[in-house]
C-alpha cells in the first residue's frame, strides 16, 4: 500500500523558515518523480516544485523559485521541501505527491495528507 506521509507544518513568521517532510512507502521512490503542491485558503491546487526520479532536475514554480529548496533522500525514501524567506501569501496546505512518471509533474497517482503552513505575525 502506498502512502504518504507528511509533516514540519506550522506557524512561522514573515521572512522564517519550514522544511516539510514527506515519509514514502509501499513502492519504490526511486523509480518516481515527486512533487510539492500546496492549496491556499479558497484556492485551486497549485504545483510548487517537483524532483525527477534521480534527483539530477528539479523543477519549482514562479512563485518560489530561489527561496524553496526541493530534495530527496533515497535512503531514508524522503522528499524533502525547504522553504526560506516565507511570505503570507504561501499560507496553505501542502501536500506531497507521487508523479506517475520518472521525469513528468503533470500526472499524479497519491496524495499524502498535506501539513499545515501559516506564514503570519
Known amino acids: 500500500e502506498v502512502q504518504l506521509v507528511e509533516s514540519g507544518g506550522g506557524l512561522v513568521q514573515p521572512g522564517g523558515s519550514l522544511r516539510l517532510s514527506c515519509a514514502a512507502s509501499?513502492?519504490?521512490?526511486?523509480?518516481?518523480?515527486m512533487s510539492w503542491v500546496r492549496q491556499a485558503p479558497g484556492k485551486g491546487l497549485e504545483w510548487v516544485s517537483g524532483?525527477?526520479?534521480?534527483?539530477?532536475?528539479?523543477s519549482y514554480a514562479d512563485s518560489v523559485k530561489g527561496r524553496f529548496t526541493c530534495s530527496r533522500d533515497y535512503a531514508k525514501n524522503t522528499l524533502y521541501l525547504q522553504m526560506n524567506s516565507l511570505k503570507p501569501e504561501d499560507t496553505a496546505v501542502y501536500y506531497c505527491a507521487k508523479n506517475v512518471y520518472s521525469d513528468s509533474y503533470y500526472e499524479y497517482d497519491y496524495w499524502g495528507q498535506g501539513t499545515q503552513v501559516t506564514v503570519s505575525s
Open positions: 509501499g513502492f519504490t521512490f526511486s523509480t518516481y518523480a
Open positions: 524532483i525527477h526520479s534521480g534527483g539530477g532536475i528539479i
